[in-house]
């Protein structure tokens, strides 16, 4: 089956500093990748949509300027959160979509948690 | 009209019981229904997943049941385990994104 790779698994960095983190489709080709943020006990808070080539999409409410989606390739997206101060903790998770995969396929990475210190 | 409303936000279930999560959208231009079990500190991992043209669809134990006129869905969990304790969400997609629910924590008691 679709697998998605997401590295790192978790980080800590010091406030100020940026972190990139990156997200791989390791079996198929992702037209299109997602990059959510999940805090505690909550659900999954779209942050952005990225089609290969193109600008990412972001949702409103999300800083694009703090988080840099670079998706230069079909089977790489990353995500670059910039200037990174401790309300940027959180788990973040990448998913990958394919439109050979029916059109409806969304294929999620393990996700990252990030701790900002 | 973007919003899909879950509940119950937990859930306990004996063993060998059935378990049964539910969903309520708006948006009639959604086109897609998923089910998705994601346990602590993973990603999400597809359950199972359903089309508004179908009122059921049926996996192993798990089934999905749609009211396309009742805008409303269901998981159900037949013979739940242990192991099946996590947190599950519904979602549906609409103009290429996924919208998810709240979330259902989910505990099998032994």
């Known amino acids: 089956g679709a697998v998605v790779s997401q590295h790192p698994s978790w980080v800590i960095c010091k406030s100020g500093t940026s972190v990139k983190i990156e997200c791989r489709s390791l079996?198929?080709?992702?037209?299109?990748m997602f990059w959510y943020r999940q805090f505690p006990k909550q659900s999954l808070m779209l942050m952005a949509t990225?089609?290969?080539?193109?600008?990412?999409?972001?949702e409103q409410g999300v800083e694009k300027d703090k988080f840099l989606i670079n998706h230069a390739s079909l089977t790489l997206s990353t995500l670059t959160v910039t200037s990174a101060h401790p309300e940027d903790s959180s788990f973040y998770i990448c998913?990958?979509?394919?439109?050979?995969?029916?059109?409806?396929?969304?294929?999620f990475g393990s996700g990252t948690r990030l701790t900002v210190v | 009209q973007q919003q899909v409303k879950q509940s119950p936000q937990s859930l306990i279930v004996q063993k060998g019981g059935i378990s049964i999560i539910n969903c309520a959208y708006e948006?009639?231009?959604?086109?897609?229904f998923p089910w998705y079990q994601q346990f602590p500190g993973k990603g999400p991992a597809l359950l199972i997943a359903?089309?508004?043209?179908?009122s059921e669809k049926k996996e192993g134990r798990f089934t999905i049941s749609f009211n396309k006129s009742a805008k409303q869905f269901s998981l159900h969990i037949m013979d739940s385990q242990p192991g099946d304790s996590a947190t599950y969400f519904c979602?549906?997609?609409?103009?290429?994104?996924?919208?998810f629910g709240q979330g259902t924590r989910l505990t099998i008691n032994p």
């Open positions: 359903i089309r508004p043209d179908v």
């Open positions: 990225s089609n290969e080539g193109s600008k990412a999409t972001y």
């Open positions: 998913s990958a979509s394919a439109t050979g995969q029916g059109g409806y396929g969304y294929t």
């Open positions: 948006n009639t231009a959604f086109d897609y």
């Open positions: 079996d198929f080709q992702a037209t299109t």
């Open positions: 979602a549906a997609r609409g103009a290429q994104k996924l919208v």
